[in-house]
């Protein structure tokens, strides 16, 4: 069931913005998580390290909800990218999403030592404002669902003086 | 503002239940969140690492959920152990919960190199269903807020087959 994502939108976002602990691929320590087109989905494959559990056996919820975080915001980026008439690789830089809101249904314990698989599904709610709805499986097994609210990163994000 | 929690439920977790990359004495590359009572709130203080970064500067968001998901848990778990008539360090084990939810809202990018408070304000919708409000400073900034909703782990947890 894995598939890995060949043309991930984070292998392009700008150098500045490329040392998120989750997706950042500049960020040596992070997960690396890296999240491509599936048709009209969007999939991020990860495999927890051995000392992300919650209890022996099962994976820790702040790592599920880190890939969905990510997921979120680089499903929101493929989608606004592919909207305004780019495909990842094609040499343009794609925007870069912040997460507003982060929602985690835990259904399953989730086990350790399987790939996990992130699924999206993309609602856009506003120009700079998507909605994205994730179905996290280990195998086939549905572990988590999540929704996150991702927004075009402001202009001044750096600064701290960001208004959603 | 950093009010460390002296006596932490964490500390007293069965031995089987603490290895929790974000609140197990046990792990040792975790977090090591540690949580206790402040008055009727519950507080937990934590500095991210220098790799926990979101961009340059400001702190990861799956960190942020790690810490109010393990917060929750073990809020309820101070709570439901008062309730059960006992406190933190008279030698009897406090119940061990699982998270059902997670809800963040991220309000402010927030700042590296501080550490963090997450307060929390309990509430029990069930016996066994605890309902935690969690906002996180960094100094006196309202970063984020969260919600978790935490259940007792049930005893066949480790089998993978719960029933929330």
Redesign the interface.
């Given at each position: 069931m894995e598939k890995t994502a060949t043309e991930a939108i984070q292998d392009y976002y700008p150098d500045?913005?490329a040392?998120?602990?989750?997706c950042?691929r500049l960020?040596?320590?992070?997960h690396h998580f890296r999240t491509g087109w599936q048709g009209e989905k969007t999939v991020t494959v990860y495999t927890p390290e051995k000392?992300?559990?919650?209890?022996?056996?099962?994976v820790?919820?702040?790592?599920i909800?880190?890939l969905i975080?990510?997921h979120g915001t680089g499903s929101a980026s493929l989608a606004l990218h592919r909207k305004n008439g780019h495909h990842v690789g094609d040499g343009s830089q794609p925007p870069r999403f912040?997460?507003?809101?982060?929602?985690?249904?835990?259904m399953?314990?989730t086990?350790q030592g399987i790939p996990l698989q992130a699924v999206g599904t993309i609602e856009e709610i506003h120009p700079k404002k998507w909605k994205v709805h994730i179905e996290v499986f280990a195998d086939d097994m549905l572990c988590a669902r999540g929704e996150v609210v991702a927004v075009v990163?402001p202009s001044n994000?750096?600064s701290?003086n960001?208004e959603k």
């Open positions: 500045d913005f040392w998120c602990y989750g950042g960020n040596e320590t992070g000392e992300h559990t919650a209890v022996p056996g099962f820790y919820g702040g790592v909800a880190s975080d990510c912040v997460t507003a809101s982060l929602h985690v249904d835990f399953k314990p086990p990163m994000f750096l701290g960001t």
